[in-house]
C-alpha cells in the first residue's frame, strides 16, 4: 500500500493563515467597544479606538492593493473619519479590508514573492501593535479583551 505524501504547510500559507488571524482577532476585540468608546482615547495626543480601527483598515486596503500590483495609496494613512462614521461601519470596512488583503494574498500565486511575504510581516507587526494598544484602552474602560476570556 502506497502511502500519500503529506505537503507540509508553506511560509506563504502560513502568513496568510496568520494574516487573517490576526484581523479576526483586532476585529472582535473592536467588537467588545460599546460605541459610546469609539471616541476614547487616553490621552489627547493619542489617536481614539474609531482612529485606530480605521487606520489599520486602511493600511489593509494598501496591503491588498500592493498585492495586486495595483498602486497603492499610502498619504491618507485611515480611512475617511467622514465615510466610517459608526462602530458597524468601521469594524465592517475592518473585517472586509482584512478579507480584501486575504484574498490579494491568496491569488493568483501559489506563493508569495519575498519582498511580499516582507511586506506581510511588517503590517502584521503593525496590526499587532495596534492590537495591544487597543487592549490598553479596552483595560483602561474595564473591558476584557475576548482572548482573555475564558
Same mark, same amino acid.
Given at each position: ?13 502560513? +502568513? ?6 490576526? %484581523?479576526? #482577532?483586532?476585529?472582535?476585540? /473592536?467588537? @467588545?467597544? *460599546?460605541?459610546?468608546? &469609539? ?21 489593509? +486596503? ?6 495586486? %500590483?495595483? #498602486?497603492?495609496?499610502?498619504? /491618507?494613512? @485611515?480611512? *475617511?473619519?467622514?465615510? &466610517? ?66
Amino acid at each position: 500500500m502506497a502511502s500519500k505524501a503529506i505537503q507540509p504547510e508553506t511560509i506563504s500559507a502560513k +502568513l496568510i493563515a496568520r494574516w487573517e488571524e490576526t %484581523g479576526k #482577532k483586532i476585529a472582535a476585540l /473592536a467588537e @467588545e467597544f *460599546p460605541e459610546t468608546k &469609539f471616541s476614547y482615547r487616553p490621552v489627547e495626543e493619542a489617536r481614539s479606538v474609531a482612529e485606530v480601527l480605521r487606520h489599520v483598515a486602511f493600511w489593509n +486596503l494598501y496591503v491588498a492593493n500592493s498585492a495586486r %500590483g495595483e #498602486k497603492a495609496d499610502d498619504s /491618507a494613512n @485611515e480611512l *475617511p473619519k467622514e465615510q &466610517f462614521t459608526t462602530k458597524k461601519k468601521i469594524v465592517d470596512a475592518l473585517r472586509q479590508s482584512t478579507a480584501n488583503a486575504t484574498a490579494a494574498l491568496q491569488n493568483p500565486k501559489p506563493s508569495l514573492s519575498p519582498e511580499l511575504a516582507e511586506m506581510v510581516v511588517m503590517f502584521l507587526e503593525h496590526t499587532c501593535e495596534h492590537y495591544g494598544q487597543l487592549v490598553v484602552y479596552a483595560r483602561l474602560n474595564g473591558i476584557v479583551p475576548p482572548t482573555s476570556k475564558g
